[in-house]
């Protein structure tokens, strides 16, 4: 666990600060290009990331759920 993230993009800080600022939904669709549900664990309140889309193959993409 981190109290400060430092998120890169292409070798270049894109965004960085306090996990609940930087790990966010949006900031991981803008860097890794993948869409995602940020929540809290139940126990230990800090941020889960659940992916919402899956790569096949390629630039294939299914959706889970």
Request: include cysteine; charged fraction near 20%; proline fraction near 5%.
């Given at each position: 666990?981190?109290d400060?993230?430092?998120?890169l ?8 600060g306090?996990?609940n600022?930087?790990?966010t939904?949006s ?11 940020i929540m ?19 630039d294939n993409?299914?959706q889970i759920?």
């Amino acid at each position: 666990y981190a109290d400060h993230l430092i998120m890169l993009k292409a070798g270049e800080i894109y965004t960085q600060g306090d996990v609940n600022e930087v790990f966010t939904a949006s900031n991981l669709k803008a860097v890794f290009d993948v869409d995602t549900h940020i929540m809290n664990d139940p126990k230990t309140n800090n941020p889960i990331c659940v992916p919402l889309t899956h790569r096949v193959s390629g630039d294939n993409i299914r959706q889970i759920g």
